[in-house]
């Protein structure tokens, strides 16, 4: 039997969506106010899930306290109050759209989770706006 254990988070930051390859129009015409060079921030709301079977001797898939510090110590230290362009290595050369982000998340995380578990992440850029990776 196997079940699913959500942790939720959260951090600030901020982006700009940009192709390089692409004219200022070009951006412009995809990412519209995303395109801002100066950069704009969001709320992210990050939910990372773990599935699993029950350990017998603990109860738990996952610890909650071991996720929470794992996301603590892999994504806030790595992703609040950052801007993600320019701070962020892993977007150097990748546009940081909610996507991209959900994908780095989870290549963060998946070294750290036992293998025998899954792992997924959804990404909130807006309350209305979400995306889900698992891998
Ligand atoms: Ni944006």
Redesign the pocket.
Known sequence: MKIKVSRRAHFNAA?R?YNPKWSFEQNEEVFG??NNPNF?G?NYELIVSVTGEIDPETGFVIDTKVLKDLIKSEVEEALDHKNLNVEVPEFKELNPTAEHIAVVIWNKLRPHIDTDKELEVTLY?TPRNFVTYGG
């Open positions: 982006h969506l106010k995303c704009h969001h850029e």
